[in-house]
Each structure stands twice: as structure tokens, then as C-alpha cells.
T-cell receptor, first 113, second 110 residues
Framework: NAGVTQTPKFQVLKTGQSMTLQCAQD?????MYWYRQDPGMGLRLIYY???????DKGEVPNGYNVSRLNKREFSLRLESAAPSQTSVYFC????????????FGPGTRLTVL | EDQVTQSPEALRLQEGESSSLNCSYT??????LFWYRQDPGKGPEFLFT???AGEEKEKERLKATLTKKESFLHITAPKPEDSATYLC???????????FGTGTRLKVLA
């Protein structure tokens, strides 16, 4: 039981390049989330998927797209990376029900030059 | 606007010196308040969920309490391994969104 896994762990991009962050969970959770964490800003929600087949914008969605590929997988894509997207990205999942705790992956540390 | 504020930003304690971390919130309808622990370079790890004022939960040296305006995470006789950032988050009515505070960085010195 791996919980929530994320790939890659580290990534360096040049401005304008694109990339996809992958996330998978093996806990049969319905809801999945993407956050970014910046110093002094706390965790901010980028996008979330309440259930398979649905996605919605969070607090800071600009510059990102997501795909809920199936119940297990939720990917985050940066189409044209910008230095402002340098951050640590966390994927999380939670069981059915809107008041359940979230389980987080280990994070992806992204630097955009 | 829904808001979560944690204090202090950082706290240094001697081993065995008990203290409390604060999480104050202003939300339209609280569905749950969560405490997480985050170690450097890792994702947050769930500690507690509190649902209603007056509720308390304990785990080893940690005890979380909830009022209508704030939550406290009490740390009794802390050890160096309790050093981490502690995050508070709220989940509000009518949304699927969690709102996180910026955390309290706790350092326990041996």
C-alpha cells in the first residue's frame, strides 16, 4: 500500500517549457487535489477533482491544467512554465465525503529558470 | 472571506517545556478542522480532525481542542522528534475545498 505517489521528485525547466506532474493513489479515494506550497504562503489549492470525471478550479488555477485520468490518477500540466511557478507541488487524496482528512504525496520540487 | 491564521510563526522550546499552538479561523460554516504535521522535504501528515466546539482529541504528547473561533494544539513535555511544521486547515460548508494556514515551525531543543 503505497498511499499517494508523485513523479518526478525534482524538476528544472526553462521558461516556456511544458511538463506534466503525475499523481496516483491506491486507497480507492474519490477526491484528489493539487496544491502548491510557497514560503510564507501556506498550501494553496490549484485544482481538485471531487470524483472521477469531474475537475474544478481552486484558488490559483491560472497557468495549469489537470486531467483525472481514472479513479487512481490525477495529473497536473504546465503548458508554458514561468518563473512564478517555481514551487513545491503536492498531490493529495481523500475518501468520499467532504470532511475527510487528506493524504498527501511526497511532493515535486519544481524550479523554472 | 474564509480565513485561517496560525500563531506563532515559529516556536523554540526546550525538551519537556510544554506549550500551545494557535489556529484561529473565520469561515462561513465549519465542517471540520484538521491538524497536520509536516517534516522538511515531505508532505503533510494527518494528525487530528475536530468537528464541533468543545471537542478534544489526543495522540501521544499532542492534544487538539476546538472552540467556535479557534483551535489549539497543546504539546506536553515535547521531545526533539516533535520538531516539525504544524499546519491547520478548515473545511467549509458547500465546498470541496480546504483552507490551510501558513503553519507554525516548532523546534524542540535537547
Amino acid at each position: 500500500n503505497a498511499g499517494v505517489t508523485q513523479t518526478p521528485k525534482f524538476q528544472v525547466l526553462k521558461t516556456g517549457q511544458s511538463m506534466t506532474l503525475q499523481c496516483a493513489q491506491d486507497m480507492n479515494h474519490n477526491s484528489m487535489y493539487w496544491y502548491r506550497q510557497d514560503p510564507g504562503m501556506g498550501l494553496r489549492l490549484i485544482y481538485y477533482s471531487a470524483s472521477e470525471g469531474t475537475t474544478d478550479k481552486g484558488e490559483v488555477p491560472n497557468g495549469y491544467n489537470v486531467s483525472r485520468l481514472n479513479k487512481r490518477e490525477f495529473s497536473l500540466r504546465l503548458e508554458s512554465a514561468a518563473p512564478s511557478q517555481t514551487s513545491v507541488y503536492f498531490c493529495a487524496s481523500s475518501a468520499t465525503g467532504t470532511d475527510n482528512e487528506q493524504f498527501f504525496g511526497p511532493g515535486t520540487r519544481l524550479t523554472v529558470l | 472571506e474564509d480565513q485561517v491564521t496560525q500563531s506563532p510563526e515559529a516556536l523554540r522550546l526546550q525538551e519537556g517545556e510544554s506549550s500551545s499552538l494557535n489556529c484561529s479561523y473565520t469561515v462561513s460554516g465549519l465542517r471540520g478542522l484538521f491538524w497536520y504535521r509536516q517534516d522538511p522535504g515531505k508532505g503533510p501528515e494527518f494528525l487530528f480532525t475536530l468537528y464541533s466546539a468543545g471537542e478534544e482529541k489526543e495522540k501521544e504528547r499532542l492534544k487538539a481542542t476546538l472552540t467556535k473561533k479557534e483551535s489549539f494544539l497543546h504539546i506536553t513535555a515535547p521531545k526533539p522528534e516533535d520538531s516539525a511544521t504544524y499546519l491547520c486547515a478548515v473545511f467549509t460548508s458547500g465546498t470541496y475545498k480546504y483552507i490551510f494556514g501558513t503553519g507554525t515551525r516548532l523546534k524542540v531543543l535537547a
